[in-house]
Every structure is written in structure tokens, then in C-alpha cells.
């Protein structure tokens, strides 16, 4: 099966997502694809069979997305703890992957003319070999696209994502590419797999589970969640327009929400650098005793501006230090994925 079909909506269907379309529209939408299994068993038929209607109904669900101009979709294709499921399911599950991913490569010319970029996250060295060819190749040839993205989380947990985010920084302080005051929120959340991502806006699991089951927990701290009691196979194009809906209803507080983090973000980034600054006094109050100023007035005026100075200097310095720290981390990250595609001829 294609991973690009046709969009196949009602009238009755266009005609209400184009008035979805008049309110805001999210741009990342995060789907755990969740009731393949049961959906399986409910029908009586092997579970790979219940997989593969889930990848049949991702299909239709990045249709659905992309016409909806939603720029980004992460799906939660695979968990790290899924591998403590029967070593039958799961050699069948990384079939599909193989057969699916493989048939994206096959897909080469749709994806140049959609400019669809395709990514993986998750610890992708825990998958077989011959799986990270296949992914890794998808990647290199999608990598230098931005007009869609689709996020493939497989071998994934958000708790693992983060600890390696925390272990990549640890190493960039030991090998004093930033400093361990460097270290917060900001630089936290650009050191994980989504930092070239927009915001998740919103994102829907099925099968009623009401839980996040480790995935994105990051991400989603600020994202309008859904969830509907419909298997994945069974979700329905009328599922998704209610969770943007649920999305426009709540976006005025959620907006609202972001606005205040980065300004607190921002905010506590100038408090460290004035500390900073107030840590090394010494060293400014010498540069002044050297300027040879007697009078009080002049010399507080001049302390007040070398300090704004310093405090601007330390900004910069950090956000320079930073910067450099996560092109260095991503150019890492992509020549993981290079190194394995060009591997075999």
C-alpha cells in the first residue's frame, strides 16, 4: 500500500473541515496509535493483521492532517517497552516496518514533489541492522525537505530521550563546550529529538486509554490532548475533526500558557547572567579602581554601565556557547544516520 493517497473526504466532510479551516489550525499533531491489538482480537483475526489496519489508517490519517495543512505528525510507532512483547510479535511488527519504510523509498518521486521529510526518533541502535539501513536511507533522502514532516517514534520513550539529552550535555560540559551554567530548560528541550520541531500542539491517543504511555512527555506539557474510545483502525476522519476542534477550543489558554514559559524562560536566563556578573564583582570593581575615577557620582555611572555591559556579554557569550553546542549535537545526530545509510552499497 502507498504511504500518498487521494484525498477520498465526503462533500459533507470537506465542507466541515473547511470550516475548521477558519479557526487556528494546529501545526504539530502527535497520534499514539493505540488498539491494534484488540482490534485484532475483537475481529478474530492474527494480530499482525490488526498492524497492518493500523499502518492503513495511518495512511489515511497523514492525508487527513496534510489537508488540513497541519505542518508536522509524530506517530508512536514503537515503544521501548514493546519489546517485552512475545519475540514473535515483535519479528512481525519490524517485518511490517521493513516493508513499510521500504516502500517510502520506493516513493521517491511523490515525496520530491510533495517535499516530505521524514524522521526517526528514538534509540534507533537498539533496532536490527538491517531496519536502520532502511530508516537511515529514508532519512538521507528526505533530510533536506521542510515543506511537511512526519516523525516515526520507534525504539522510542520519552524518559530514554531525555536521559540521552541529559548525557549529551554532560558530555558537552566535560568537554567544556558549555558550562554547567549554561544548563536550563531552553537547552534541555533543544538537545532533544524534536529541537527542529514546531510545538505539539495537540495530541490524540484512541482505544480510551486515558495515559500518555511515555511518549513525548516533554513536548506535550503545554499540548490540548484528546483522547477517543475508537481502536486506531476504527478512528474516524470525524475523530479527527473534533480533536482539532477540542484544539480551537482551548488554543486562547493554551497560547496564553506558552507565552508566559518563554517569558519565564527568557526571564530566568537574565537573572543567571546578573548573577553571574554579581559572582564576579571583584573583577569589576578592579577594572574601575583602574580607570582612576574620585568622583562617587561618576563612579556609580560607570559601575552601572560596565555591569549592563557585562550582563549583555554574558547573554551573548551563553546563547553563543549553546548554539554551538546543539549544531554540534545535530551534525552528530545526522551523520549517525548517514554513517549507516552509505554502510551498504
Same mark, same amino acid.
Request: with cysteine.
Given at each position: 500500500?502507498?504511504? *500518498?493517497?487521494?484525498?477520498?473526504?465526503?462533500?459533507?466532510?470537506?465542507?466541515?473541515?473547511?470550516?475548521?479551516?477558519?479557526?487556528?489550525?494546529?501545526?504539530?499533531?502527535?497520534?499514539?496509535?493505540?488498539?491494534?491489538? #484488540?482490534?485484532?482480537?475483537?475481529?478474530?483475526?492474527?494480530?499482525?493483521?490488526?498492524?497492518?489496519?493500523?499502518?492503513?489508517?495511518?495512511?489515511?490519517?497523514?492525508?487527513?492532517?496534510?489537508?488540513?495543512?497541519?505542518?508536522?505528525?509524530?506517530?508512536?510507532?514503537?515503544?521501548? /517497552?514493546?519489546?517485552? #512483547?512475545?519475540? /514473535?510479535?515483535? =519479528?512481525?511488527? *519490524?517485518?511490517?516496518?521493513?516493508?513499510?519504510?521500504?516502500? @517510502?523509498?520506493?516513493?521517491?518521486?511523490?515525496?520530491?514533489?510533495?517535499?516530505?521529510?521524514?524522521?526517526?526518533?528514538?534509540?534507533?541502535? @537498539?533496532?536490527?541492522?538491517?531496519?536502520?539501513?532502511?530508516?537511515?536511507?529514508?532519512?538521507?533522502?528526505?533530510?533536506?525537505?521542510?515543506?511537511?514532516?512526519?516523525?516515526?517514534?520507534?525504539?522510542?520513550?520519552?524518559?530514554? /530521550?531525555?536521559?540521552?539529552?541529559?548525557?549529551?550535555?554532560?558530555?558537552?560540559?566535560?568537554?567544556?563546550?558549555?558550562?554547567?551554567?549554561?544548563?536550563?530548560?531552553?537547552?534541555?528541550?533543544?538537545?532533544?529529538?524534536?529541537?527542529?520541531?514546531?510545538?505539539?500542539?495537540?495530541?490524540?491517543?484512541?482505544?480510551?486509554?486515558?495515559?500518555?504511555?511515555?511518549?513525548?512527555?516533554?513536548?506535550?506539557?503545554?499540548?490540548?490532548?484528546?483522547?477517543?474510545?475508537?481502536?486506531?483502525?476504527?478512528?474516524?476522519?470525524?475523530?479527527?475533526?473534533?480533536?482539532? @476542534?477540542?484544539?480551537?477550543?482551548?488554543?486562547?489558554?493554551?497560547?496564553?500558557?506558552?507565552?508566559?514559559?518563554?517569558?519565564?524562560?527568557?526571564?530566568?536566563?537574565?537573572?543567571?547572567?546578573?548573577?553571574?556578573?554579581?559572582?564576579? #564583582?571583584?573583577?569589576?570593581?578592579?577594572?574601575?579602581?583602574?580607570?582612576?575615577? =574620585?568622583?562617587?557620582?561618576?563612579?556609580?555611572?560607570?559601575?552601572?554601565?560596565?555591569?549592563?555591559?557585562?550582563?549583555?556579554?554574558?547573554? #551573548?557569550?551563553?546563547?553563543?556557547?549553546?548554539?554551538?553546542?546543539?549544531?554540534? @549535537?545535530?551534525?552528530?545526530?545526522?551523520?549517525?544516520?548517514?554513517?549507516?545509510?552509505?554502510?551498504?552499497?
Amino acid at each position: 500500500m502507498t504511504w *500518498f493517497i487521494n484525498d477520498k473526504r465526503t462533500w459533507t466532510q470537506r465542507v466541515f473541515g473547511n470550516m475548521l479551516l477558519n479557526g487556528p489550525v494546529p501545526k504539530h499533531v502527535a497520534i499514539i496509535m493505540d488498539g491494534n491489538r #484488540r482490534y485484532a482480537k475483537v475481529r478474530n483475526i492474527k494480530k499482525i493483521e490488526g498492524h497492518i489496519s493500523g499502518f492503513e489508517k495511518l495512511v489515511e490519517a497523514l492525508n487527513w492532517c496534510f489537508t488540513m495543512g497541519i505542518k508536522e505528525v509524530s506517530v508512536y510507532a514503537f515503544s521501548i /517497552e514493546n519489546f517485552k #512483547r512475545s519475540q /514473535e510479535e515483535v =519479528d512481525a511488527l *519490524f517485518d511490517l516496518a521493513r516493508e513499510k519504510f521500504q516502500r @517510502l523509498l520506493n516513493e521517491k518521486e511523490k515525496i520530491d514533489e510533495l517535499k516530505v521529510c521524514v524522521r526517526f526518533f528514538g534509540n534507533i541502535s @537498539l533496532l536490527p541492522h538491517d531496519l536502520q539501513v532502511i530508516i537511515s536511507k529514508v532519512v538521507e533522502m528526505t533530510k533536506n525537505y521542510n515543506n511537511l514532516f512526519m516523525n516515526v517514534c520507534i525504539a522510542y520513550t520519552s524518559r530514554d /530521550e531525555i536521559t540521552m539529552a541529559i548525557r549529551d550535555i554532560c558530555e558537552g560540559v566535560k568537554k567544556n563546550n558549555i558550562h554547567l551554567s549554561d544548563i536550563n530548560e531552553n537547552l534541555i528541550e533543544n538537545s532533544l529529538y524534536t529541537n527542529n520541531s514546531y510545538d505539539v500542539d495537540l495530541l490524540v491517543r484512541t482505544s480510551g486509554e486515558v495515559r500518555l504511555s511515555d511518549f513525548l512527555l516533554w513536548q506535550s506539557s503545554f499540548s490540548v490532548l484528546t483522547f477517543v474510545k475508537q481502536m486506531w483502525p476504527e478512528f474516524s476522519i470525524w475523530n479527527f475533526y473534533m480533536a482539532i @476542534l477540542n484544539y480551537q477550543l482551548n488554543f486562547d489558554q493554551i497560547h496564553k500558557l506558552k507565552i508566559s514559559l518563554k517569558n519565564r524562560i527568557e526571564n530566568d536566563l537574565q537573572t543567571s547572567c546578573k548573577m553571574f556578573v554579581i559572582e564576579n #564583582r571583584k573583577e569589576l570593581v578592579d577594572k574601575l579602581k583602574n580607570k582612576g575615577i =574620585d568622583d562617587q557620582e561618576d563612579l556609580q555611572q560607570l559601575a552601572k554601565h560596565v555591569a549592563n555591559e557585562a550582563i549583555e556579554n554574558s547573554i #551573548r557569550q551563553h546563547k553563543d556557547r549553546s548554539q554551538s553546542f546543539l549544531d554540534n @549535537l545535530n551534525s552528530k545526530r545526522d551523520s549517525f544516520f548517514h554513517q549507516i545509510a552509505t554502510s551498504v552499497n
